[in-house]
């Protein structure tokens, strides 16, 4: 969907090193969130964001972090990237409080590999 | 936490069959949705149920929401070749909480 964006698309990095994956949006949604995608579990919700500046912790939060100070924009970040967040990471947004009631939109997702 | 259980894990199929899958909760769910996620792209939504026993068809494709709320059933006629992909299905028990199957993987053979 070109109303959001997932940026870099593929990225290979070093244990240990700090990585950020930027999602943007031209939707003016005000839900936004990060899932990722692994083999034999489906997407699993890792943060999500009601508006700026207010986030909350999804079901595998553990070793990421999030910021949103722009209504377009939510940044995900593994403070020191670890080979088992080597995943496949998708931003969705929606506009619907009742959010589940009316579906997300995805971005295209980032490939990221941790080695 | 809650989970769903897809079935078929993947499936290969001749293009012209119809196609089942379905998906099973031990919780039940408000809401039942279908998404497609063709390779290297996010998931579209496909399908959304919203009651029980409810019925909806978009084009070939026909979702269930079962009557004990803690199934759905997707189901493509016709397969062509572009029907390729994954097929998820996610519920929602309420307010901003939503479970995501572990998915299907549809080929078809032309």
């Known amino acids: 969907d070109a109303g959001i964006t997932q940026s870099p698309r593929h990225k290979v990095t070093e244990t240990g090193t700090p990585v950020t994956l930027r999602c943007h949006q031209t939707?003016?949604?005000?839900?936004m969130y990060w899932y990722r995608q692994d083999p034999g579990h489906g997407l699993r919700l890792i943060h999500y964001?009601?508006?700026?500046?207010?986030?909350d912790k999804g079901e595998v939060s553990d070793g990421y972090s999030v910021s949103r100070s722009k209504t377009e924009d939510f940044l995900l970040t593994l403070e020191s990237a670890t080979s088992s967040q080597t995943s496949v990471y998708f931003c969705a947004i929606t506009d619907r409080e009742v959010l589940a009631n009316y579906g997300y939109t995805f971005g295209s997702g980032t490939r990221l590999t941790v080695v | 936490g809650q989970q769903l259980n897809q079935s078929p894990q993947s499936m290969f199929i001749q293009e012209g069959e119809d196609v089942s899958m379905n998906c099973t909760s031990s919780s039940i769910f408000n809401t039942w949705l279908w998404y497609k996620q063709d390779p290297g792209e996010g998931p579209v939504l496909l399908i959304a149920?919203?009651?029980?026993?409810e019925l909806t068809s978009n084009g070939r494709l026909t979702a269930q929401f079962g009557i004990t709320r803690k199934d759905s059933f997707l189901n493509i006629s016709a397969s062509i070749p572009s029907d390729v992909g994954i097929y998820f299905c996610a519920g929602s028990g309420g307010y901003q909480k939503v479970t995501f199957g572990t998915g299907t993987k549809l080929q078809v053979i032309p």
């Open positions: 939707e003016n949604h005000r839900y």
């Open positions: 149920l919203y009651k029980a026993g």
């Open positions: 964001s009601y508006g700026v500046k207010d986030t």
